[in-house]
C-alpha cells in the first residue's frame, strides 16, 4: 500500500508540471486535426469514447439557435484541470482558452482567461473567487457559465484534457520551432530535473523541450502571463508542423491520447466537419487576443488576485462578437 501511495504522489508531481499545457497537443488534432482517411478514422472511433455533454444541452443561452459548424462561427472554451491532489475530483481549471473559428474568414483566435482572475462563480451563486475554481465548484457546466457570463458571448463547445500525453505527442510529429523571447534555463523533469537551456532566437524544441519551454513561469518577468503567450506560440508552432505536407502520424498513438485525455461535448461528426473545414487554417490566420493586460494583480486579504478592467473586459468581448459574427 505504501509503495502505491509513493507511486501515486510521484505521478501526481508530474500531473502538476505539466498541467497547464497538456492540452495543447490535443487541441490541435480536434480544431485542426485529421491527417488522412485512416488517421480520421482511428481518432473517430476514440472520440466517441470522449463523447460528453452539457447538462445545458447543445445551445448555449446566449444563442437563439444552435449552431453548425462549417456554416456558423463557432467558441470552443479549452479545459486543463488540475486535479491531482484531490484524486480526480474537484480540481481547478487553471488553464483556460477560449478559441474561436469562423469558416467564412478562416481565421481561428485564442483568448487565454488569467487563472487567478476574480469573478463572480456562477455555480457559486455569483460569489466572486478565482476563475480558476469555477469547475471545483461546478464542473464542467459551471467552468462554462462562468467564462460565458464574464465575457457576455456564447460557449458552444468545450474540450477538457487531463495531464497526460504532450511529451509524447510532440515527438510524434517531430518537435516544433519557436522564437525564444529571452534566455533562460529550467529544469528537465524526465532527467533528474537537468537544466535545459534555452537561448534568445529560433530553436527547435523536442517534447521534453517544449515542456520545460511552456511550463516555466519563475523566470518570465510577466509570470502566468508571459507562459500564457508560450501557450499559444506553441499552438501555432505545432499547427503549422501538423499541416505541413511531409508529415506523418502514428495513428494508434494519436488515438490513445485521445481516448485516454478528452472530454468533449464534440460529436464525432462535428469533429468531421471541424477537420473537413479547418484542416487548412494557416499560422497567420491565427490571432490572440489579450486579456492578461486588461486588469492588475492585487492582494485581497492575504489572497492575491488579479482584477479584470470591466472597460478592457468589454473590449475583449467585442472583438469575440466580431469573430463570432455576433450582432447585438
Known sequence: MAVTRVGKRKKAKRRRIIKTIVFIFITILLVVGGYSAYAFLNIYKAA???Y???????????????????ENPISILLIGVEDYSSGGKNGRADTLIVVTLNPH??????????????????????????????????????????????LEIPIDYY?????????????????VDVNVPFSFSE????????????????????????LAYVRMRKSDPR??????????????????????????????????????????????????????????????????????DKGKGEYIGSIWYFLLDDAGVQE?????KQELELTE
Open 159 to 175: 474540450i477538457k484534457i487531463g495531464f497526460n500525453g504532450f511529451t509524447r505527442a510532440i515527438n510524434e510529429i517531430g518537435g
Open 316 to 320: 475583449v468581448t467585442q472583438q469575440l
Open 105 to 150: 474568414t478562416h481565421r481561428m483566435t485564442m483568448t487565454s482567461i488569467p487563472r487567478d482572475s476574480r469573478v463572480p462563480i456562477t455555480s457559486r451563486g455569483g460569489e466572486p473567487d478565482k476563475i480558476n475554481s469555477a469547475y471545483a465548484y461546478g464542473g464542467v457546466q459551471g467552468t462554462v457559465d462562468t467564462v460565458e457570463n464574464l
Open 48 to 50: 466517441k469514447e470522449s
Open 223 to 292: 509570470g502566468d502571463f508571459g507562459r500564457n503567450d508560450r501557450q499559444r506560440q506553441v499552438i501555432k508552432a505545432a499547427i503549422n508542423k501538423a499541416v505541413s505536407a511531409h508529415t506523418l502520424f502514428k495513428v494508434d498513438e494519436i488515438a490513445n491520447i485521445i481516448g485516454e485525455s478528452v472530454e468533449t461535448n464534440l460529436k464525432p461528426k462535428e469533429l468531421y466537419s471541424l477537420e473537413w473545414v479547418y484542416s487548412s487554417i494557416k499560422p497567420e490566420n491565427i490571432a490572440s487576443i489579450r486579456l492578461d
Open 52 to 70: 460528453h455533454p452539457l447538462a445545458r444541452g447543445s445551445q448555449s443561452k446566449y444563442r437563439d439557435s444552435e449552431v453548425t459548424i462549417g
Open 187 to 210: 529544469k528537465d523533469i524526465y532527467h533528474h530535473n537537468r537544466p535545459i537551456y534555452f537561448k534568445k532566437g529560433m530553436m527547435h524544441l523536442n517534447g521534453e523541450q517544449a
